[in-house]
């Protein structure tokens, strides 16, 4: 059987056009079907690229705006803050603080020690309680130096992925009194510039992994044992920090009050911003004077509009800072907290 | 003797009818008396040749034989004549045939010298070809329901697609909603969108307002699907009057499947309409092919409208004027042309009309003809071009050469092969193939690849009937190929399918507008980075005008010290100008930095949120700062 010639003649331009145009459709392919293209592919889908199936939990759980804890930054009336054995974790002891003054406090200190996952369920029983968490984020096992040069970047940004997640207002506080020298990040091994270092650094990835729910603490002891430590070098700048949390205790000796206290750091600090103080740890020492001391420290922070509360100590560490040391300490305590400036519901602020 | 073949009847015995055939074997010697020739001739001894073929040349009356169908009949024996090898009724010289006829026709009347006239007052167009048959009422229904099912395709490539509004989309509704408050209330519109829009925006902007207040975003893409149908639709129209179903359906079923027309059938934006447009255009000028030379007028109004609607549609408006130059199918010399230059002066009279209308539009230079110049080199837009839309461009090169070579597949030889001639079926796919080289070669010039992926389409569209007649010789007569045919589809879908998905990845804007919804009221001032996003699905709080974006501005600080570019956002961040700021970082750099770097140490702000987005260029997110 032959095939009439015409028909052979005219598949020849056929078979060329068809190869010619198979070539270039491959050649154009090299791009849109290669590893990138595929990858855009993947993305462009809202799939992670490599990754079999879409993400199923990124696809349809939006979250929820991130809590704006701009109305917690300044609010009209004033914390009443403390740091208790045991608590947030067990609430009995803030229950009898709360109990013994005569006033629910609206925020809770506790400390966490580097390393430590977020501890997204106590922030969550804080709130719960009606009281804002304040953590003190104390880093024992690791330098300032290794945390600024990004050593502990998969730790801190882990953490700051919770804090997200959770979305709920916390106050960190990190390396406190580091113008003291007792602490490992304190004067006496490391430098001001670390500090800085690191304490940017953190909040960087933790704006980076968008934890906008953190209010940022900066948190020196006041100058009073240590005049030589200029605070000014360990300022991290305005934008790095919300509140400045002053620490310091009336104590048997030294400065008892208010002005003495606090008056000599305030000022110092207050020669380079104007960032509001909180009182972050605080406490009379058990004696005569204790009922006196209350009655300054809270009429001495609401009588100041820059500062925006106090965190009461009540452990009996060393000495007996709680409040009921004393009948009188107890009663001083209950008349001042009664003070309509202090306390406010911080889920309505 | 001769060497060439006898007719096949001609040994036939059933067809040799002596009697009515009397002249076989008439030829041959010592048979001429026993033939029957009509009339005393065959009697006469004196016959010769020569009185034969007087008889072949003017039959006279008495010498005609009745046979069933008047024609004349071969014997085909000696003469070499070349007619005699067709099957043709025409021979008018061979001494061997015979005239017959049905029956005795009535004395010839006098005959009247009637004038002939110089052309036919109406030639009908040649008949399309398909397959076996001519086109016939059942061919085009089989056609348009092939038609159907491209459009489906069409329609499911567009719908997959999905996304929140690019910032493009975003303003143009917008800006349709003050536009209609504009011509309805006399409200100042904010911001000079007539500045700097690439189309009229009084046209297209408020039509997708009205249909944003009715069915929101989704139902103004949904307009853009139907756009982008209606062009399909228009395309295969079109192509079946030029060439015939087959090369429509080709056409429609490319063109339905490249990425730009798979990516603009989902976009709110001007390029659907304006798409649309250019082909009801074009489409009028193919379908008054025929039709007197002053009905392309017709083309115009669509065609301009396509203009106002975008202003780079304009690009195409020669093409258009040739067009109707090549398909003057009636008309020959001077009146062709004619054609054109009617068709242009239509378009010349409704832009000037238009002109005293609506006054100068800066927006044409910024948008279209004065683009700033980008950095993309020719290589670059060349491959991506290439990738977009080469495929069909190929074909449709490949249509024009097979289409310039032979104007039909002859596919029935029998039938009279009438075609426009050489120079027009050269011309024709050199405008149609050259169109859809505009764009790119255009975006070469301006160095900017900015919305090339879109404006290829544009020119595909015309490059479409060339791609279609490429498509159905390379599927070749009676469907010879049809694997190619398809697997040129199906291939051009895929590409269309995958480069569309990568083109169509916009940042989800959801969150970050759910974020900002508190943030932001009546008041405030915002700076946005692709500010027309929020602005538009936050337009029930803000009103555009608070709305600052990040291509460009000019700020004087308190002292009076004037700024401009990314230091006049620097100098605005750091006096806290702005209550919210929200930057996604990739389209405006220079002014990103700027902020970034003005917020750096700002007391002012302080990082709201970071909603995170995966487009196909990577990840994103919005950074979103508020005044503490």
Known sequence: MTFPPRTARALRPVRMIAAVLLASALLAGCTTFSGKGRDEYDRAQGEQPGTESPGEASESAKPEPPYDVRPLLQPAKKYLGVAADGAPAKMTSVEDFAKRGGKKPNLIEFYSAWGDQYEAGLVQKTWDYGALAFIAWEPFDASLKDIASGKQDEYIRSYAKSVKALNLPVAISFAHEMNGFWYPWGTKKATAAQFTAAYKHIHDLFDDEGATQVIWVWSPNVVNPMPKVQLKAYWPGDDYADWIGVIGYYAATGPSTYKTLYGPTMSQIRSFTKKPFIIAETAAQAGERKPADIKDLFEGTAKRDDVVGLVWFNFDKETDWRVNSGPLSQKAFREQAADPSFGFDVTKP | ?628
Request: glycine share 10%; hydrophobic share 40%.
């Open chain 2, 1 to 628: 003797m001769t060497d060439r073949h006898t007719p096949v009847w001609a040994d036939d015995p059933g067809l040799r009818n002596d009697a009515h055939d009397p002249s076989y074997g008439q030829g041959q010697q010592g048979q001429g008396q026993q033939g029957q020739w009509p009339g005393e001739q065959s009697q006469d001894p004196s016959w010769s040749y020569e009185q034969q073929y007087a008889h072949q040349a003017y039959p006279a009356a008495q010498q005609r034989e009745v046979t069933d169908s008047g024609s004349w009949r071969f014997d085909g024996r000696t003469s070499s004549y070349t007619d005699q090898r067709t099957y043709d009724t025409f021979a008018p010289y061979d001494p061997y045939a015979t005239y017959t006829e049905t029956e005795p026709a009535p004395t010839p009347a006098p005959v009247v010298p009637e004038p002939e006239p110089e052309r036919p007052g109406y030639v009908l167009p040649p008949i399309q070809e398909s397959s076996w048959a001519v086109d016939t009422g059942r061919s085009r229904l089989l056609g348009r329901l092939v038609l159907l099912c491209v459009l489906l395709i069409q329609a499911g490539l567009s719908l997959r697609l999905s996304g929140t509004a690019f910032e493009d989309e975003a303003l143009y509704v917008l800006a349709g909603h003050y536009e209609i408050g504009n011509i309805l209330h006399g409200t100042p519109v904010p911001g000079d969108f007539e500045g700097y829009f690439s189309g009229y925006p009084k046209l297209y902007p408020v039509l997708a307002a009205m249909v944003d207040s009715v069915a929101g975003l989704a139902g103004v893409r949904i307009v853009s699907l139907m756009f982008m149908l209606g062009a399909t639709s228009l395309l295969y129209a079109m192509t079946r009057r030029m060439f015939d179903a087959r090369a429509a359906i080709g056409a429609a079923a490319l063109f339905s499947v490249v990425q730009s027309t798979v990516f603009l059938g989902n976009f709110a934006t001007f390029d659907a309409a304006a798409v649309f447009f250019l082909a009801l255009s074009a489409w009028i000028v193919v379908r008054t092919g025929r039709a007197p030379i002053v009905a392309v007028v017709l083309a115009a109004p669509p065609a301009i409208l396509a203009f106002a609607i975008k202003y780079a549609a304009g690009l195409y408006l020669p093409t258009l004027v040739v067009l109707a130059v090549l398909t003057a199918y009636r008309h020959r010399g001077l009146r062709a042309p004619a054609r054109g230059v009617l068709l242009g002066g239509a378009m010349g009279a409704l832009l000037g009309a238009g002109y005293l209308f609506a006054g100068s539009l800066g927006g044409i230079s910024q948008t279209t003809t004065n683009r700033a110049k980008g950095a993309d080199t020719a290589a670059q837009l060349l491959q991506h071009s290439a990738e977009w839309g080469g495929l069909m461009f190929l074909t449709a090169v490949g249509g024009s050469l097979a289409y310039a070579i032979r104007p039909h597949m002859g596919e029935m030889p029998w039938l009279e092969q009438v075609g426009p001639g050489r120079f027009r079926r050269i011309a024709l796919g050199v405008l149609l193939c050259g169109t859809a080289l505009l764009a790119p070669a255009y975006q070469i010039h301006l160095q900017t690849e900015v919305s090339l992926f879109k404006h290829v389409g544009f020119g595909l569209l015309f490059a479409g009937p060339m791609a279609g007649l490429g498509i159905s010789r390379l599927v070749g007569p009676h469907f010879r190929h049809p694997q190619l045919g398809i697997m040129l589809y199906v291939l051009t879908l895929v590409f269309g399918m995958v480069q569309a998905q990568q083109n169509y990845s916009f940042p989800d804007s959801r969150e970050m507008t759910a974020v900002l919804r508190p943030m932001v009221d009546r008041k405030g001032t915002y700076l946005a980075e692709e500010h027309e996003v929020p602005a538009y699905y936050l337009r029930d709080v803000t009103g555009y005008a608070q709305w600052q974006g990040t291509f460009g501005m000019d700020y004087m600080d308190k002292k009076g010290k004037r700024y401009s570019g990314p230091e006049a956002y620097g100098a605005a961040v750091k006096d806290a100008k702005f209550d919210v700021i929200v930057l996604r970082g990739t389209v405006t750099p220079d002014v990103d930095t700027a902020v970034t770097d003005a917020l750096r140490g700002n007391a002012h702000y302080r990082l709201a949120a970071v909603t995170r987005f995966t487009t196909s260029k990577g990840d994103g997110a919005y950074r979103i700062w508020v005044k503490r």
